[in-house]
């Protein structure tokens, strides 16, 4: 193998385990928290409506609602290293998220919409922050119904645009994964075990 090749296939094994390690955690946190709190199905959230009426998202309160969300549910019961609330200036409707920070270096952004997504970077700061290669989506969805995972008592999983049922093999998630990256984490999640098989894409 050229030098290249060994780099990849060795980033592409630390990526594998990091992603392992975060789905597993927050698994158990989810659990931990079900634990003293109830199921997440019933777990309170905060106002997710952020547009006022004139058609302006308020990510700033987005951020804080997020934040309220963590430090309530999820944090008490996961190892991290800090966390930090997002920056959102006054005249921008961009900004950042609020990130929370693991001592194996990934970290995960965390946007509270229709369920809370959770962004992780398998190598925090690093480049290339790309859907898919480094970068990766998680739902924590509140609903009793079973549209997102399947399951009505499923609360936690990967980033199933138009819910789990519409990737029922893994040559569908594959093609998904392909031309949208931002879905990948079904694929490796239901099908390939958190692993980099010779046909992924990136």
């Known amino acids: 193998m050229t030098l290249p090749a060994i780099i990849q296939k060795q980033q592409k094994l630390e990526t594998s385990a990091r992603l392992k390690k975060f789905y597993s955690s927050m698994s158990q946190a989810i659990l ?17 409506n952020y547009t006022d009426a004139d058609g302006n998202y308020n990510y700033a309160e987005m951020n804080k609602n997020s934040v309220w969300m963590l430090n309530k549910y999820i944090l008490p ?3 991290y290293l800090k966390i930090d609330n997002g920056k959102i200036p006054d005249d921008s409707s ?18 509270l919409g229709t369920c809370f997504d959770m962004h992780f970077d398998s190598n925090g700061q690093k480049k290339p922050n790309k859907m898919g290669k480094d970068l990766f989506v998680f739902y924590l969805c ?5 549209g997102v995972f399947g399951n009505k008592y499923k609360t936690f999983g990967p980033g199933a645009l138009g819910g789990i049922s519409a990737y029922p093999d893994r040559d569908t998630a594959l093609a998904k994964c ?5 879905v990948c ?6 099908f390939d075990n958190f692993e980099f098989k010779d046909d992924y894409p990136y």
């Open 185 to 190: 984490s079904v694929l490796l999640q239901k």
């Open 178 to 182: 392909k031309s949208q990256p931002s």
């Open 77 to 79: 019961y996961l190892k």
């Open 94 to 111: 961009s900004g950042e998220f609020p990130t929370v920070y693991f001592a194996d270096g990934s970290t995960m952004k965390l946007k």
């Open 32 to 48: 931990m928290s079900e634990s003293e709190n109830g199921s997440a199905i019933y777990w309170t959230l905060p106002n997710r």
């Open 142 to 146: 509140n609903t009793s119904g079973e």
